[in-house]
């Protein structure tokens, strides 16, 4: 189970004893996001298929679970692993987006170009990626019950939406999933849960400090076929591949 | 060698010459529509090129346009594709360059490589030699990290830029890559290794001054007139907000502020985005230093979407002779198309294309305004890239599209429609399962869903024009790679007679020099 310690002023902690007596509003996206900092846990269960590749390892079948941090801002959306030492931004500034993929060990970052990503036919899903689900998806689901968890409001929701099976229980204050399940009809399950969520300007974990970090334009991999940290991660970016024949 | 006669004239001269080529040009423009005028149009060529006459003049001006990456094959693409975008007859279709009078094969190994990267072909096209992989107007006996400046020194090899400067004559270097990037560096600077482009990417104890402030510091003659291209965060420091993106910052943590070092000389401008550009007068400005994006320009094919406005590459090199052709000495200029070779590596190839046409663009304007009695035109590429056209499709089937005869889909062996752009390797679809997605929630690379069963995705309902598309590579790689095969050599005016049969690719310095008239050798002889 997640842990959640706000830190909230007086007025804060009376407005959410109030809302633990009232009713639990309904979905709205079309708000401005609460700044979080957030941990969670995803677990991915691959069901095996001897024709199929999945991580390299062709037709395992097995759960593979990885803790992850979350920041969100309205300019800036971060995850962080951990145990291995990478990490993905997404940053807003103006009509621009950028997108990197941060190596800490090596110190170094990948960074994408809006176009880049368009060539890659990578989706800049803002609004996907600061929700964890696409908004569209969300909405298409059933409410199946309301709840107060730890003080915030929550609906569960479920559904099929392209042949994808969903359970979520979302935080419509935070608006932020506290339980996020998939299920495809192989049998393929990943499940997201929440360990713990702060609000961004009482976060005890920052984001790793990444300012020093030698930034490499994705363009120009191609041009660095001898650079050992290139050759060596190559193939852990979009459009590169995971061939094993 | 040479293709179609078009040289550049004086606006008279021309007007002249077009009446009397009247008959040709018409010929040479009207596609044949049967044998007889095919025929007729192959004997009206070799007529046509019997009256070329060498241009044995001095150059005054020498242009180098450098189309990163663009090979052969590219420049086949992308001249189909700029007919077919004007609904015109594609394969009979020729880019601005194509009509020069004289061409050679250019030979584009380096020192120890078969198949090269940008930083010695370029050092080969403005230094005269030959040199290792990632080195920077220096020779084949540095080591490719060498911190030195003075061991640097001992090795560097001086430019036609530089060899300009000392002789009185103004200099121009534009990219829509970063200024910094392999070929216009190899211009202005003298370093081993390409990537050192901002203080932070040497290592340390370094004496070696990185690329961006060996522009700066640039020590011939009265200092380079014109700069243009991208790589603004190469010349701002880690505490200096960007002007285009406000939550980004420079790179350089040497507190050198080297746009403000740039201005601080008199009559000189920094421009960053398209209305500073246009707001510059030529005739008031004696350096421009203009920057306009963080990293690497856009492509062509996105440029209408920048936030600040970017020049074209045409815009850029039309400011850039503006401002040149003011020093009666003459001028050096060399213009690259800096994304094509992007582009490629990406497996995109309609990018890649749209870039060349920009190039094609540029070199037309150059053409416009220069006459080709005392200007030397260049146009090459630094390596070629896997990339090819394949199948027997009809005449006029779209390029970016599949192979068709008269609009019926061949099929490979498998019975699949194929495309007729494809790559032999690079991150375009493979096979079955073996392209990654990306999935940001996850940190996962999953395999890409494909649809049928074969061993190639069926592109039945695949719009394969759609300028996202990636074509389809043999072997899988997170980037494609450049080619070995020969590149291109197109050249008119002054000694463009001396490019012929096939070159190494350190020629083209040697011509470019030659026609200058610039004599003697670093080395004293």
């Known amino acids: 189970m997640y842990h959640i310690r706000f830190v909230f002023g007086l007025a804060v902690l009376l407005l959410t004893a109030c809302a633990q007596q009232s009713p639990v509003p309904p979905l709205n996206l079309d708000v401005p996001l609460v700044d979080v900092s957030a941990r969670f846990v995803t677990e991915r269960f691959h069901a095996g298929d001897a024709h199929e590749e999945h991580d390299g390892h062709a037709g395992e079948e097995g759960t593979a679970r990885s803790e992850w941090q979350f920041w969100r801002t309205a300019s800036r959306i971060e995850m962080n692993i951990p145990a291995r030492q990478t990490g993905e931004v997404w940053m807003r500034d103006g009509n621009a987006v950028f997108h990197q993929k941060l190596f800490h060990a090596d110190r170094k970052i990948v960074e994408y170009q809006s176009a880049d990503l368009d060539a890659l036919n990578v989706p800049m899903q803002w609004r996907t990626n600061e929700l964890m689900i696409d908004p569209q998806v969300l909405q298409q689901l059933q409410v199946d019950a309301e709840n107060w968890i730890d003080g915030h409001p929550a609906l569960e929701l479920s559904g099929a939406v392209d042949g994808i099976e969903y359970e979520v229980v979302w935080l419509v204050d935070l608006n932020l999933p506290q339980h996020l399940s998939k299920q495809d009809a192989d049998g393929n399950r990943e499940t997201t849960r929440l360990l713990n969520v702060e609000l961004m300007a009482q976060a005890s974990v920052q984001q790793p400090d990444s300012s020093g970090y030698e930034i490499i334009d994705y363009a120009d991999l191609g041009d660095r076929e001898r650079d050992p940290f290139v050759i060596r991660i190559q193939n852990q970016l979009p459009g590169g591949h995971a061939h094993t024949h | ?525």
């Open chain 2, 1 to 525: 060698m040479f293709t179609q006669l078009k040289q550049r004239k004086s606006p008279l001269a021309a007007a002249i010459g077009l009446l009397l080529l009247a008959g040709n040009v018409n010929a040479q423009d009207a596609v044949p529509a049967s044998a007889e005028e095919w025929f007729k149009h192959g004997k009206q060529t070799v007529k046509a090129a019997e009256k070329l006459k060498h241009n044995e003049r001095k150059a005054r001006n020498v242009i180098l346009f450098v189309g990163d990456g663009m090979g052969v094959s590219t420049v086949t693409a992308a001249r189909i594709l700029e007919g077919q975008l004007r609904e015109a007859d594609g394969e009979f279709n020729r880019l601005s360059f194509e009509k020069f009078p004289y061409m050679a094969h250019s030979v584009t190994a380096s020192a120890n490589q078969q198949t090269s990267d940008s930083a010695p072909t370029a050092t080969a096209m403005v230094a005269g030699i030959k040199t290792n992989d990632g080195a920077i107007s220096v020779d084949q006996t540095i080591n490719r990290t060498e911190p030195s400046a003075d061991v640097t020194a001992a090795k560097s090899v001086k430019t036609i830029m530089e060899q300009a400067e000392e002789r009185g004559l103004s200099t121009g270097v534009v990219s829509t890559a970063r200024i910094t990037h392999a070929t216009p560096a190899v211009n202005y600077a003298h370093i081993s290794n390409r990537d050192w482009e901002n203080n932070t990417n040497l290592p340390a104890g370094a004496t070696v001054k990185d690329i961006a402030a060996q522009l700066i510091d640039f020590p011939y003659g009265n200092g380079i007139e014109v700069v243009l291209g991208g790589g603004r965060s190469n010349f701002m420091t880690n505490q200096s907000v960007d002007p285009e993106y406000p939550t980004r910052k420079g790179s350089r943590t040497d507190g050198r502020e080297l746009t403000q070092e740039w201005v601080s000389q008199p009559k000189s401008a920094y421009v960053w985005d398209q209305a500073g550009f246009d707001a510059i007068d030529p005739s008031s400005t004696d350096r421009l230093l203009g920057l306009f994006e963080r990293s690497h320009m856009k492509y062509e094919a996105d440029r209408a979407d920048d936030t600040a406005g970017e020049p074209s590459l045409a815009d850029m090199t039309k400011k850039a002779i503006e401002m040149l052709q003011k020093n009666k000495k003459g001028y050096y200029l060399m213009v690259e198309a800096g994304r094509i070779d992007h582009a490629h590596h990406a497996g995109n190839a309609h990018r890649a294309l749209t870039d060349t046409i920009a190039l094609s663009e540029a070199v037309k304007m150059a053409q416009e305004m220069t006459n080709d009695k005392d200007t030397l035109i260049v146009v090459t590429a630094d390596h070629s890239h896997v990339f090819t056209l394949a199948g027997y499709p009809s005449r006029g089937n779209p390029i970016l599209g599949k192979a068709a005869i008269n609009g019926v889909e061949l099929k490979d062996s498998l019975g699949l429609p194929y495309t007729t752009l494809g790559y032999a390797n690079g991150p375009g679809f493979i096979g079955e399962g073996t392209r990654k997605v990306f999935n940001p929630l996850t940190e996962g690379y999953v395999a890409a869903e494909y649809v049928g069963t074969k061993s190639r995705p069926d592109l039945s309902g695949i719009d394969t024009t759609d300028p996202n598309y990636l074509q389809e590579a043999a072997v899988p790689m997170g980037s494609e790679t450049h080619a070995g095969e020969d590149v291109a050599i197109y050249a008119a005016g002054p000694k463009a007679h001396l490019f012929h049969g096939t070159q190494e690719q350190h020629v083209i310095y040697h011509v470019m020099s030659q026609a200058l008239g610039f004599s003697g050798s670093h080395w004293g002889w």
